[in-house]
């Protein structure tokens, strides 16, 4: 019982100082908290870290760092990268990725949708990851991260308190459009979750893993235009992102999974996001699975001492991305 609680620590510093992170707190009838973090509010860089963090249940780093200041095999996996880059850590990456930041589900109404994150998932505990993992929870409150264009309407927050079986008045809900600066850093931040649900999808033995850490370009923010952000932020990953992994066992194995769990591995690759999902009828369920996955992955075996290095950034698509003008990939705003 301690994701949601490390949750609702990070959430507390928000409620703390809502003014100073351009967020706005408020309550429903019902006593749900909820927090907008860039829906009508504008947010912040720092708002964005600490939803990052929520999302991963206190239990991960995140911080932005200036071009050319990154770890010196970012650097030279990406000379001259001109935006900031979104690092994030974790000495737990299961419980912190996975079991939390990992966005398994959607809410899905008539009338909203968001996709849905943070560690109520581990109190919901509906999805079969759990039962690989383990770690769901029944928490006394519990947190949730809501990629969405608009705040949930009291209908859908009494629904996810029925669901994480806590009162209303102890379920806090975070949101932020994609469109929005940190709607966009937080989704950004999950680089290292993207590279332990692919090797989880690969049926890699996740007890392997001691550590991780991801970096990937922070996109520019598209103005109320929440397809651009989606298709910027995928590509901040699937092209220009990093992850180094520590895992421990045999090196013949490493080898073997490492071609398999970059973006490099899916017939899509090479292709802006935003065309992908465009043609996917803007349905992430229609897309390859092969394509969610980091651009560049390090395995550092502890045991031997070796490194082993799989797929390349492509630096050339990141640009392509974050440059198109935002009338190109426009759609109706939600």
């Known amino acids: 019982m301690y994701l949601n609680a490390g949750a609702l620590r990070v959430a507390e510093e928000i409620f703390s100082r809502?003014?100073?992170?351009?967020?706005a707190c408020h309550a429903t009838a019902d006593g749900v908290r909820i927090v907008d973090c860039g829906v009508k509010a504008a947010g912040s860089i720092e708002a964005g870290v600490l939803i990052a963090r929520a999302a991963m249940a206190g239990l991960g780093a995140v911080h932005v760092e200036?071009?050319?200041h990154s770890p010196e095999a970012f650097v030279a996996a990406w000379p001259g990268c001109e935006w900031p880059i979104v690092a994030v850590e974790s000495d737990a990456p299961l419980a912190a990725c996975l079991a939390a930041q990992y966005a398994g589900w959607k809410v899905s109404t008539p009338h909203y949708f968001a996709m849905a994150s943070g560690p109520i998932r581990a109190a919901i505990g509906r999805e079969d990851l759990f039962d690989d993992i383990g770690m769901r929870e029944r928490p006394d409150a519990a947190v949730g991260l809501l990629e969405a264009s608009k705040l949930p309407p009291d209908d859908v927050c009494l629904s996810l308190a029925a669901d994480a079986g806590v009162p209303a008045d102890?379920?806090?809900?975070?949101?932020?459009?994609?469109?929005?600066?940190?709607?966009t850093l937080q989704v950004i931040a999950r680089s290292l979750e993207t590279a332990l649900h692919k090797l989880h999808e690969l049926h890699f033995d996740l007890r392997r893993i001691r550590k991780?850490?991801?970096?990937?370009?922070?996109?520019p923010v598209p103005r109320k235009d929440d397809l651009v952000a989606i298709g910027r932020t995928n590509d901040a990953i699937l092209y220009g992102g990093h992850v180094v992994l520590e895992v421990t066992g045999d090196d013949a194995s490493i080898v073997d999974i490492g071609p398999r769990m970059v973006s490099r591995a899916s017939a899509d690759y090479g292709v802006p996001f935003c065309t992908l999902f465009e043609r996917a009828g803007r349905d992430f369920y229609a897309l390859d699975p092969a394509l969610f996955a980091p651009a560049l992955v390090d395995l550092v075996n502890l045991d031997t001492g070796h490194r082993h290095r799989f797929g390349g950034l492509?630096?050339?698509?990141?640009?392509?991305s974050f440059t198109t003008p935002q009338a190109a990939a426009s759609g109706p705003e939600a």
């Open 212 to 219: 991780g850490s991801g970096r990937a370009p922070l996109a």
């Open 18 to 23: 809502p003014d100073a992170l351009g967020v």
């Open 314 to 320: 492509a630096p050339e698509i990141v640009k392509t």
């Open 170 to 183: 102890k379920l806090v809900l975070l949101v932020a459009r994609t469109a929005s600066i940190a709607g």
């Open 66 to 68: 200036q071009p050319g």
